[in-house]
């Protein structure tokens, strides 16, 4: 997409995100967001980068109230180090907080599913942390199924290694897309699972990829099954226009309950570098699905 196909790509879905106000009859609505280092730990602990920010008191009641705002089924969530602090976001009774067991990573995954629905946690898709010489751990996955509907649906929330954002993968010499090309059986592994078991399965978070038609890494996962892409096609507006590297992957009988024209982006109203900085690099994504 050219660079004016993408800003005009975005000014449309923005104007789609403004639209009116969701009916009960509009679909279960599944969203992933990434909270961009969501810790309590202090500026200067030896676990972060320097040039990580933990949030302040006044950046979590913000998130909170665009949680509100986003009003989700369930909210795959990446960069948590705490389910605690993610309770602040997303507080109970309305929504309870699934975490990784990978203590190795300030970035952990989680899950915030609304009280009402319920959902069983699975054990950790650990084999993400692919053991690369070079490379810290990585994020493993996290695996649960809800209940949506009455109708089982299994969820893999994925932060995937940063760094090979588009472009070759087993024959690039960045050690990113070394261990990208290292995590693709693994999902296709779960993937091949699901299939066989003709359960109705999504695939969600931050893939650190665009995932385009022409896509090398999204052909093998479309390869192991077909699956709906929910951001295909899509420009973000995510501060102020972006490609879409968090996305929601639907597969077996889910692929068809993806509703068309549901994607939407909750763009921040704030709008400084220092806010982007203070809230996070990334907007909550979504899609809604007619769950039978």
Same mark, same amino acid.
């Given at each position: 997409m050219s660079g004016s196909g993408r800003r005009l790509g975005a000014l449309l879905l923005g104007l789609l995100v403004a639209s009116g106000t969701a009916r009960a009859d509009d679909g279960i609505k599944i969203a992933t967001w990434n909270m961009e280092w969501l810790t309590a730990r202090k500026a200067g602990d030896p676990a972060l980068p320097d040039d990580a920010r933990p949030k302040r008191d006044e950046d979590i009641a913000t998130l909170a109230g665009y949680a509100s705002q986003l009003d989700a089924a369930a909210v795959a969530l990446e960069e948590v180090d705490d389910p605690a602090l993610v309770a602040r976001i997303f507080p109970p009774p309305r929504y309870r907080v699934l975490i990784t067991g990978d203590r190795e990573v300030v970035q952990r995954v989680a899950l915030a599913v609304r009280q009402d629905v319920p959902v069983v946690q699975h054990p950790d898709v650990a084999a993400l942390d692919v053991s690369l010489p070079g490379h810290r751990h990585l994020r493993t996955g996290l695996d649960a199924t809800l209940t949506l509907n009455g109708v089982a649906v299994r969820v893999l929330a994925v932060h995937l290694k940063s760094g090979c954002w588009e472009g070759p993968l087993a024959d690039s010499p960045k050690g990113a897309c070394k261990a990208l090309t290292a995590q693709l059986p693994v999902l296709?592994?779960?993937?091949?699972? *699901? +299939?066989?078991?003709?359960?109705?399965?999504?695939?969600? =978070?931050?893939? !650190? *990829? +665009?995932?385009?038609?022409?896509?090398?890494?999204?052909? =093998?996962?479309? !390869?192991?099954?077909?699956?709906?892409?929910?951001t295909a096609g899509h420009a973000s507006p995510c501060w102020g226009g972006e490609d879409f590297i968090d996305h929601i992957l639907a597969g077996g009988p889910a692929a068809q309950w993806m509703m068309p024209q549901t994607l939407r982006v909750l763009v921040y109203r704030e709008t400084t570098p220092e806010m982007k900085e203070r809230l996070s690099d990334h907007c909550p994504v979504s899609v809604r699905f007619a769950v039978p």
């Open positions: 296709e592994a779960w993937i091949a699972a *699901r +299939r066989a078991e003709g359960a109705p399965f999504l695939v969600l =978070g931050d893939f !650190n *990829r +665009r995932l385009k038609a022409d896509d090398v890494f999204l052909a =093998g996962l479309e !390869n192991t099954a077909p699956m709906a892409l929910a």
